[in-house]
């Protein structure tokens, strides 16, 4: 695995700014109707161009305000302790060796660097790793399982 | 944009393996139906736990063969020179100031610290950033609208 000893850097692209400010408190869904912004650095206005065409897309950012260090590896999914503890890649924990949080939000519109967005659950202050168009066919899928904690 | 200038350091859980070794010539979908494994290092597998439950999985991984340095702020969208150029942010090339891909595939099996997965878009030996279930009601989208060249 010496490909995957090496460390990786990322360069931010922009930045979340967000009424979102502390942690939120633990409730499922907060981030529903919250609309936020992601500014880009202006030297990559251009590269968002034609992004507009589509209703939603993807951000990758970075959680930086989850834990660090060393992580329990298995965890109570979203402190639900009446649930068995899961491994930390079972769940959408923010608490991941690497904080990278991907999630797909309605673009309600974009101007020059700025997009304005519907459903992103990132902090304000967060930054932003990358944008990408929200692909119906290559992004969802139809028949996808669940265990039964999750629908409960 | 103090938070966006800082860098972030990643380090890898795992590493993909899987027969496509050379980037593929230029075809729509050469992914699907692709059996590959991801090796997640060993110190993590507990962190596994529970995934089995999960039919699909969003895999984060590092496209270390795209090109890196100065890149193109707009392209045609994979080669396709009828398509007028869209910024980079609008399509899904692997030529990205943070060159994170994102796949949502079929989890065939888990064993140990191993997964064995189908339609995953990586080359042999991409370094996996991170594994998160696949929640329906999070990552997919019902009404999703995308440009007329993605269709056509």
């Known amino acids: 695995m010496d490909d995957a000893q090496s460390t990786i850097i990322l360069k931010p692209i922009g930045i979340v700014r967000s009424e979102i400010k ?3 408190a633990e409730r499922r869904d907060w981030w529903k109707g ?3 912004e992601i500014v880009i650095d202006s ?3 251009e590269a968002l161009d034609g992004l ?3 209703s939603h897309i993807i951000v990758l950012y970075w959680m930086h305000q989850a834990a660090s260090g060393k992580l329990p590896l298995k965890v109570h999914p979203m402190d639900r302790t009446e649930v068995p503890r899961q491994g930390l890649f079972a769940v959408r924990t923010p608490n991941r060796p690497n904080r990278i949080g991907k999630a797909t939000v309605r673009l ?3 101007q020059g660097n700025i997009l304005r967005i519907e ?3 990132a902090l304000d202050g967060s930054p932003v790793i990358d944008i990408k168009p929200y692909l119906p066919g ?3 899928v139809a028949d996808a399982k669940v265990p039964q904690w999750i629908t409960n």
């Open 119 to 121: 459903g992103l659950d």
């Open 138 to 140: 290559y992004d969802s």
């Open 43 to 45: 030297s990559l206005t």
């Open 34 to 36: 919250i609309v936020s």
């Open 22 to 24: 502390p942690p939120p």
């Open 52 to 54: 507009e065409g589509f």
């Open 108 to 110: 309600l519109q974009r």
